[in-house]
């Protein structure tokens, strides 16, 4: 059965300090059972329109689904990379989810899907229970960048001297997907930048571990999936949150040969799959 799917539309929501931050939603089609709304949180660099393949397949189960630009990314406000305070993410997050609610049905159930630093920063929000979560799916979340001694050293003195300053955040393109058509459309996007700021650079630093520390009384029912063949995040961050979680909250699949962006893969299909799974077994299908 083909399914008709509605444009999806692009807004604006004005974060608590006054910010701008860019929004689209993906509407469910109509015709299908509303099952909930999934609120998507993009990595370092890019944007909410790179996922506009995985929002249509959430949509086609049933899904609405709403993403946003991070600030300094996309077409939200902030210089590239740049991060006020340390807490900034996190509050839009929070944000963003409160303004979310309101939109919804009172009894539907909000996923938060965070790829690489979105899904750092969904498991922050979740770690520390600033808002209700109904549901988290982790797609290579960032928690272990795997610094060097040299960028550990860095990551501690610069925000204390140049907190503001951006540098290269070290992404190679060439390690986001083995599609060469990916990584082509990455490198020629206009709203992808490569900035990080030292305030930001260690915040990522932190809250991996936070995250990881949180992992044995974590409640969140969670699908953590991630890649083997990642040269970009190092799985071990993965690894040790799926050690130390409660495996009957949190399911955890490693898809051992893709690289960082599994949603981006030429055999993403099996991921799609995992995700269906999970989604069909924790609501309403």
């Known amino acids: 059965m083909s399914i008709a799917h509605s444009e999806s539309t692009l807004s604006t929501f004005t974060a608590s300090d006054g910010d701008n931050l860019a929004m689209q939603d993906w509407p469910a089609p109509e015709g299908l059972a509303a099952r909930g709304t999934v609120l998507l949180v993009h990595g370092l660099g890019e944007h909410a329109g790179r996922y506009e393949h995985v929002a249509r397949r959430l949509n086609s189960w049933g899904f609405a689904v709403r993403g946003y630009d991070q ?57 520390i229970g600033q808002v209700r979560i109904d549901g988290l799916v982790l797609s290579s979340p960032l928690f272990d960048p795997g610094l060097s001694a040299f960028q550990r050293f860095l990551v501690a003195t610069l ?4 907190p503001t300053m951006t540098v290269s955040n070290g992404v190679d393109p060439n390690f986001i997907s083995r599609d060469p058509d990916v990584v082509a459309a990455y490198r020629t996007d206009a709203r992808v930048h490569n900035r990080v700021s030292a305030r930001l650079a260690r915040f990522i630093a932190e809250a991996g571990p936070m995250v990881v520390e949180h992992a ?15 040269r970009l995040v190092d799985p071990a961050g993965s690894e040790a949150f799926a050690q130390a979680a409660p495996p009957q909250v949190v399911s ?16 993403k299909e099996p991921v799609f799959s995992t995700l269906r799974l999970w989604l069909d077994s924790h609501f309403d299908s």
């Open 159 to 162: 925000p204390r001297v140049a």
């Open 216 to 230: 044995p009384e974590w409640t969140v029912p969670t699908l953590l999936m991630y890649a083997g063949g990642d």
């Open 71 to 127: 600030y300094g990314h996309g077409e939200s406000g902030g210089e590239r990379g740049a991060l006020p305070d340390e807490a900034r993410l996190i509050d839009d997050l929070a944000d963003v989810i409160e303004s979310t609610r309101k939109r919804m049905e009172p009894q539907q159930p909000l996923i938060l899907l965070g790829h690489s630093m979105g899904g750092l920063v969904a498991a922050c929000l979740a770690a």
């Open 252 to 267: 955890t699949h490693c898809f051992a040969g893709h690289y960082h962006e599994i949603f981006n893969e030429p055999d």
